[in-house]
């Protein structure tokens, strides 16, 4: 194993609005030199949303990607770098589910691809769900539905749910909370 890793220099090859490319050049050992992608991202925050009878309500949306549409816990990107999770996770919750909350409580944190990017989610749950107003963006078109906890495992075993953030966050919400 390589004791001795040093970058030499970053190279920002495509800046875009919420990812940034780059191409490392790094020293191994001393001896040789190779070339690692590394992509930086701003953040974000997602929030697991429980309704009084226990239910997770969940968002259907297109995801291009993918090319198809996905069943997610709301997430968005923070606004800026310094912003806090639970500010973005609050507003994420407002915006995509109509629903806003008092009650956040941190539950967990994500490294989604820690191979070739730094980006960082803060997960929270949301319980004491207050109707408010739908405001997506005009690039959003989400549906939202409510499950149990049991119907969303069924989906995370099935491969209906794929997304990383969505099912780390279910099984620690149903860990942590001992949910079925």
């Keep these: 194993m390589s004791e001795q890793i040093k970058r030499i220099k970053r190279e920002l ?9 780059y191409q490392d050049t790094m020293e191994i050992d001393g001896d040789h030199t190779v070339i690692w992608d590394f992509i930086k991202h701003k953040g974000a925050a997602a929030v697991v949303p429980v309704t009084e009878d226990g239910k997770i309500l ?54 989604t691809t820690v191979a070739f990017c730094d980006e960082r989610i803060e997960v929270y749950v949301a319980k004491d769900l207050i ?11 989400i549906d939202l539905k409510a499950y149990t906890l049991k119907e969303l495992k069924e989906k995370i075993f099935t491969g209906e749910i794929e997304d990383a953030k969505t099912v780390a966050s279910l099984m620690a919400y149903a860990v942590k909370y001992g949910a079925d």
């Excluded at 800026?80 to 109509?98: D, P, Y």
């Excluded at 109707?131 to 078109?141: I, M, R």
């Design 13 to 21: 090859k495509f800046k875009g609005k919420i990812i940034d490319f």
């Design 131 to 141: 109707p408010s107003k739908q405001n997506l963006g005009e690039d959003e078109f």
């Design 58 to 111: 969940m968002v259907r949306q297109y995801r291009n990607a993918l090319d198809r549409y996905t069943l997610e816990i709301p997430a968005g990107a923070l606004d800026a770098e310094e912003e806090l999770g639970r500010a973005c996770a609050s507003r994420e919750l407002e915006e995509e589910t109509g629903y806003r909350s008092e009650n956040l409580e941190w539950l967990i944190t994500l490294r």
